[in-house]
T-cell receptor
């Protein structure tokens, strides 16, 4: 079974802190994604990566950066956390090509910024 | 990004009832997906649709790819308590491009 693991289920941080959200997948998937989920807005794509050291902006990249140094790991970084970044963050991975239709999600990290 | 309008936003139904929800977009998509998110978990893929008019079932769930390619529908028959969760549609304009997600339908099943 595909496993996408997010390092924390819950995080509480203070405004201005640097925050790292980690995601690891164990199925050798090329593609990895970071979404945020907010009530009434669904899932919105922050950043994605099609390969190691490669990244592309999604629909809402402002205030975020990412790092993909190894194929299995994709990190989301909040350089200076703000209260409007309080949200549920979901990581996903998929194979390349037609099979990229199927994205496998982690359980999510609920981040609160105070 | 693309806007996917999903309705209804929430549903409260009695166990045993059938459920219908839909998703519409302003763009033509070549792939539609339906996901379910259990409370406290990430979304899990239920059904994938690749052709206009396609009708695909997964147990008590049936989804259809709309003829106009701008909409998709999900039906759940004879609902049970474990159907509770949030259902998301997702659409892709062309293979390899990103998926756009709907706003979700929250389903509550009353025993």
């Amino acid at each position: 079974d595909v496993k996408v693991t997010q390092s924390s289920r819950y995080l509480v941080k203070r405004t201005g802190e640097k925050v790292f959200l980690e995601c690891v997948q164990d199925m050798d998937h090329e593609n990895m994604f970071w979404y945020r989920q907010d009530p009434g807005l669904g899932l919105r794509l922050i950043y994605f990566s099609y390969d190691v050291k490669m990244k592309e902006k999604g629909d809402i990249p402002e205030g975020y950066s990412v790092s993909r140094e190894k194929k299995e790991r994709f990190s989301l970084i909040l350089e200076s956390a703000s209260t409007n970044q309080t949200s549920m963050y979901l990581c996903a991975s998929s194979l390349r090509g037609r099979a990229s239709n199927i994205q496998y999600f982690g359980a999510g990290t609920r981040l609160s910024v105070l | 990004g693309q806007q996917l309008n999903q309705s209804p936003q929430s549903m409260f139904i009695q166990e045993g009832e059938d459920v219908s929800m839909n998703c519409t977009s302003s763009s033509i998509f070549n792939t539609w997906l339906w996901y379910k998110q259990d409370p406290g978990e990430g979304p899990v893929l239920l059904i994938a649709l690749y052709k206009a008019g396609e009708l695909t079932s997964n147990g008590r769930l049936t989804a259809q790819f709309g003829i106009t390619r701008k909409d998709s529908f999900l039906n759940i028959s004879a609902s049970i308590p474990s159907d509770v969760g949030i259902y998301f549609c997702a659409g892709q304009i062309s293979t390899g491009n990103q998926f756009y997600f709907g706003t979700g339908t929250s389903l509550t099943v009353i025993p």
